[in-house]
């Protein structure tokens, strides 16, 4: 069985695949930033980018694939639009893993405020002596 199948039966496996290759990219990552702000043609989204219209396009391509943008296209026109529902799958998914980072982090916490209160208490008894 798979690792996400045992975390939340409502996670496809192949979908998060995509999405999380999708956000790899630090370019199509940049891409999704600029489209958060509103739709966008295709050569509005390459020109900030130092590569061809086709390279570009391709990484569209990507996160078409996985949902994370939507193409509409008016005769030669391609508008491109932001889609959150694939980030909010990733973030179900990354919920499972928050509880034990939270009660990690809260163990160390603890720990480290022990550790503090054992060594100011040492350093109490050792002036007491003196």
Not at 65 to 92: K, M, N, T, W, Y
Not at 114 to 123: A, E, F, I, L, R
Request: with cysteine; net charge negative.
């Amino acid at each position: 069985m798979l690792a996400s199948a045992l975390i939340d039966e409502d996670v496809d496996d192949d979908r998060l695949d995509l999405v999380l290759r999708a956000i790899a990219d630090r370019t199509r990552r940049a891409l999704l930033a600029r489209l958060v702000q509103g739709p966008a043609r295709v050569t509005d989204l390459a020109a900030p980018f130092d590569m061809s219209l086709v390279a570009v396009s391709k990484h569209l391509k990507v996160l078409e694939r996985a949902r994370l943008i939507e193409r509409d296209i008016d005769g030669r026109v391609h508008r491109c639009s932001f889609q959150a529902e694939p980030l909010r799958e990733v973030e179900r998914w990354l919920d499972h893993y928050r509880a034990f980072w939270t009660d990690t982090l809260d163990a160390l916490a603890r720990h480290v405020e022990d550790g503090d209160d054992q060594t100011g208490n040492s350093d109490d008894s050792e002036e007491q002596v003196s």
